[in-house]
């Protein structure tokens, strides 16, 4: 039991440490910008931009050749003060907004930006009736087979 | 009734929905620039750098973009399509030589056969962002004015060369003014 604990506290001490050290780990080799706030622009910019070929990492995650050739595109478009929509709108011109993690909303992503929505409320309904039935079965009797007798009527 | 409808209807649209979903190949990205006016560029030729090729070079006919590299398996394998394509003579073909060594791509295409009008060398990749390239090989079918007609992304055969993408470089050339 102790044992376990303390590989518990162990490993968990090792993935701290390997996610504050995260710098150290970085991909991106190139230089940061000497303004901090756009090293923070730059930082946001890459982590939302995706990385084509390898689809399910943005190009800040990720060594592929296009990858590091659109952080350098990147880089330069903020260094001829070009503002951050300008940056996403040259990458959706080239590769469409499936670059984007964060896809507008549209006729083709509504159904993808409506569907926690969707879910949340066919989920609502279905608590709401179970609810419903279980409180009628537990205090009426008669109510609950009532419930039951229109239900199979339905 | 419900009780039993409502699962069922819930299971086919899933159905529905992978059936859907898992034909979809996630590589092919559709290009944004289908029926748009081509990205212009001007680079050096291959064969000889102190000529360029480029968007004007290509204007003027249908004309096929085909994007490549010596390190790309997939550009190696599509490379007797190619010929076959430049042999039948109905559409040339330009080449983009993306990232690449020109010395190795030289090489592969005295040693392999050059199915290419003329190649243009994009050293540092910046041409190919332009065109929303993000895998080799890619090809692009032009119309006389410079519009973007096609793309097709990964290698190409006889089969998608005859079946989608010859007509509608035929098409493009009946409609040319």
């Known amino acids: ?154 | 009734m419900w009780r039993y409808f409502l699962p069922i209807a819930f299971f086919v649209l899933l159905v529905g929905f992978f059936l859907r979903g898992l034909s979809l190949d996630p590589s092919e990205i559709p290009s944004p620039l289908l029926g748009k006016p081509a990205p212009a560029f001007a680079l050096p030729s291959l064969d000889d750098p102190a000529k360029t090729v480029g968007t004007d070079t290509m204007k003027g006919e249908v004309a096929l973009l085909n994007v490549w590299g010596t390190w790309c398996a997939g550009c190696r394998q599509e490379h007797d399509t190619l010929m076959a394509i430049a042999a039948a003579g109905e559409v040339p073909i330009y080449g983009l030589n993306w990232k690449d060594d020109p010395d190795a791509a030289r090489q592969m295409l005295r040693q392999m056969g050059n199915p290419y009008v003329a190649n243009g060398v994009d050293a540092d990749g910046r041409v190919a962002i332009d065109w929303g390239v993000y895998g080799a090989p890619e090809t692009f079918l032009l119309a006389a004015d410079g519009t973007v007609i096609y793309k097709h992304i990964g290698p190409l055969n006889l089969g998608i060369w005859q079946q989608d993408i010859l007509p509608l470089a035929l098409q493009a050339r009946e409609q040319q003014p």
Not at chain 1, 27 to 48: N, V
Not at chain 1, 98 to 114: C, E
Request: aromatic share 6%.
């Open chain 1, 1 to 154: 039991m102790i044992r376990i604990l303390a590989a518990r506290i162990f490993a968990t001490i090792a993935i701290a440490g390997m996610l504050a050290s995260g710098a150290a780990f970085a991909i991106d080799s190139s230089e940061d910008f000497e303004d901090p706030r756009m090293q923070a622009r730059y930082e946001k910019l890459t982590a939302e931009l995706r990385c084509l070929v390898c689809q399910n990492q943005t190009i800040a995650d990720s060594n592929a050749g296009l990858a590091v050739d659109l952080r350098r595109e990147t880089r330069q478009m903020l260094l001829d003060g070009k503002t951050d929509d300008q940056i996403r709108t040259f990458m959706v011109e080239r590769y469409g907004n499936f670059v984007l993690y964060r896809p507008p909303v549209d006729s083709n992503t509504l159904l993808l930006w409506g569907a926690p929505a969707i879910l949340l409320l066919g989920g609502a309904i279905v608590a709401a009736v179970v609810i419903r039935r279980r409180a009628g079965m537990k205090f009426d009797d008669e109510e609950g087979d009532e419930l039951a007798h229109e239900e199979s009527n339905a």
